[in-house]
């Protein structure tokens, strides 16, 4: 090894030495603001924006600032220069720019941004009714990848992910008329960022998610969770915010249970609930997932949330959903509504049509939110039609595992992506990877993922998409994570990639683990809806992935601690590494149904055998 990449291990080894003990607490995003409440103003809608390819907005050049302040997007009112007297010059304009829908990826508003990866400034005007006392925020559900938020030409905020929500708050800088808001968003990935630059789905750069205004007290409720445990208790929390928020009086109450719990806040404004369950109680589960309308008051502030309630364990092989073992029957989805031309715009009615194909067309009752958090418009109808869900953080491939930042990056997204979903009933797996090839660093880095889920929500099980071995015939897997996980789930595409005839994976054998569960995470051949090959059943040709399907159940069949599928894919998907000229076209074809919804021949074989397994 040459010196100077001996000194740079070393140096980043005893980086990794010195870091300090992870502390489980800072992790928790400083504002959460949980539940559905009033005041809520909900900014969707046209946008303008601009594009900027240099990212001139960002740059001062070899300090040129009267002239770099001609393209500056941020903080310049053009209309209000120009109504100066003297010359303006202006080489942008948001109020005059083109507009797109928000939410929504540039890469489906225009062909011409159809490949764009850069930064492109939005702007949104916008009043609000504001009262006296009250403190404001804007919540952004997600921005792809990185936002630098400006409220009337201000920085008030940026964040990196492009799955999670943040908040920031503009108290102080919001106006009753006239709001500008801007929001510069930057969708180029690099060495250090999750997931790295190389992906198997869209870019899809842009604010994809609700962006909403929400005023509350100057005391508020921010966060508040409750949970069924295993010892058939309801426990849980509530924090306030604000100046008032040690010492108060706050109340639980669930109205359907007739249940009211009064608590006190500590020093640090957090109350805790806990009381044995009524025994009214009805569990959630698929077949029957009830909810419960919780209500969380405070002085001057009250919030609801929809819970449901049920435990989730394993037990030796077995997955033990309310103590009873369950086969997770499910496959795997991206965050990709269906139709012609997407925008990763998954609101209600498109999470609806998705996860409807999954209970009602496939007869599942689980499904794989591939390979990032999905909008929470997915995790809500999960919950209330009855799915149980496997969430992942986009730890996917290869990302800088030797980098304290990276990891640091990661552990946020999983942070942030619990403390938005913890009162959801439907999610009982959290996946801190796919694919991630063995080598010391990615284990090391994983496992510090696992001690992170393990200390914020121990109340789920987890799991990663783990890559396989294989010799001859046997199937085998080879990795040190496996003792961090509660399940354990591989990814397999005998038959499909690789030289082996759909009959040589009917002879394949699986060497796993006695004593845990285990997932086929992953499993599928692509077919292009509609072309048929029944006489030779080339790939690609819905027969062709009739054959595979079949061949791989029966091969599941045979694997005794098998606990769980979800094949990839329900629907085709935009990937624009998959260039085959015939077939793909920038489409994964892997689905069971097209982008438009066309069930492919396929589709049924996996719904009756689903149907068989009642
Ligand atoms: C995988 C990946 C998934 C890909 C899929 C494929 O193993 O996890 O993201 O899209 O294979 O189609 O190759």
Redesign the pocket.
């Known amino acids: 090894m040459p010196m100077k990449r001996l000194l740079t291990t070393l140096t980043l080894l005893l980086a990794w030495i010195a870091a300090p003990a992870f502390a489980a607490d800072t992790l928790r995003p400083p504002l959460l603001l949980i539940g559905t409440r009033a005041n809520v103003q909900d900014l969707s809608g046209r946008w303008t924006y601009s594009k900027d390819l240099y990212r001139t907005g960002f740059t001062d050049i070899n300090g040129w600032v009267a002239k770099s302040r001609m393209q500056r997007h941020r903080d310049v009112d053009v209309a209000a220069e120009e109504s100066k007297p003297g010359p303006a010059f202006f080489e942008f304009d948001l109020d005059r720019g083109p507009a797109m829908d928000i939410p929504g990826a540039w890469n489906s508003a225009t062909p011409e941004l159809r490949y764009f990866d850069g930064l492109i400034w939005f702007q949104r005007r916008f009043d609000a009714a504001m009262k006296a006392g009250q403190r404001s925020f804007l919540r952004f559900e997600a921005v792809n990848y990185r936002a630098y938020v400006y409220l009337n030409g201000k920085e008030v905020g940026r964040h990196e992910g492009g799955f999670t929500p943040f908040i920031v708050e503009v108290t102080d800088t919001l106006r009753a008329q006239g709001n500008r808001l801007v929001v510069g968003v930057d969708s180029k990935h690099d060495a250090n960022s999750v997931p790295g630059e190389i992906?198997?789905?869209d870019l899809y750069g842009g604010i994809t998610r609700p962006v909403k205004l929400i005023q509350t007290p100057a005391t508020f409720i921010d966060d508040a969770t409750l949970r069924l445990t295993e010892a058939g208790r309801l426990a849980g929390s509530l924090q306030l915010n604000g100046p008032q928020a040690a010492n108060r009086a706050v109340n639980l109450r669930i109205a359907a249970l007739n249940l009211t719990l009064p608590a006190r806040t500590d020093a640090n404004g957090e109350a805790r609930f806990d009381v044995a369950a009524p025994a009214s109680l009805k569990r959630w589960t698929p077949n029957a997932p009830t909810l419960y309308d919780v209500d969380f008051e405070a002085d001057g502030d009250k919030i609801r949330d929809r819970i449901g309630f049920r435990t989730i364990a394993v037990r030796g092989s077995e997955i033990l959903l309310n103590g009873q073992p369950i086969f997770l029957k499910g496959i795997c989805i991206h965050e990709e509504e269906i139709g012609p031309n997407p925008a990763r715009r998954v609101d209600d009615a498109a999470a609806r049509r998705l996860l409807g194909e999954v209970k009602n067309g496939l007869h599942g009752n689980y499904v794989r939110l591939?390979?990032y958090p999905h909008n929470e418009a997915m995790l809500r109808v999960a919950d209330e039609i009855g799915l149980l869900v496997w969430s992942e953080i986009p730890v996917?491939w290869t990302v800088n595992w030797d980098s304290p930042a990276t990891l640091d990056l990661a552990r946020r997204m999983q942070a942030e992506t619990i403390y938005r979903d913890r009162n959801r009933a439907s999610v009982v797996l959290w996946s801190i990877g796919?694919?991630t090839p063995v080598a010391e660093n990615r284990t090391r880095f994983h496992t510090a993922l696992a001690e992170t889920v393990r200390a914020l929500d121990p109340s789920r099980l987890i799991s990663a998409?783990l890559l396989v071995e294989r010799k001859g015939d046997t199937l085998h897997i080879a990795d040190p994570l496996l003792k961090e996980l509660d399940v354990i789930a591989v990814?397999t595409?005998a038959g499909w990639?690789g030289d082996d005839t759909l009959a040589d994976v009917g002879k394949l054998r699986w060497e796993v683990p006695a004593d845990k569960p285990l997932l086929f995470s992953?499993f599928?051949a692509?077919a292009k809806a509609g072309f048929r090959d029944p006489a030779l059943k080339r790939k690609f040709s819905e027969d062709y992935q009739v054959d595979y399907y079949r061949a791989t159940l029966a091969m599941a069949a045979k694997v005794p601690t098998l606990r769980g599928l979800s094949p990839?894919?329900l629907k085709d998907f935009r990937?624009p590494r998959r260039e085959h000229p015939v077939f793909q076209n920038g489409w994964?074809r892997?689905g069971l149904i097209s982008e438009t919804g066309q069930r492919k021949l396929a589709f049924d074989v996996l719904a009756e055998h689903y149907r068989s397994l009642k």
């Open positions: 992906t198997d789905w591939s390979h996917y796919n694919e998409a990814n595409y990639y992953e599928g692509d990839w894919v990937s994964n892997k």
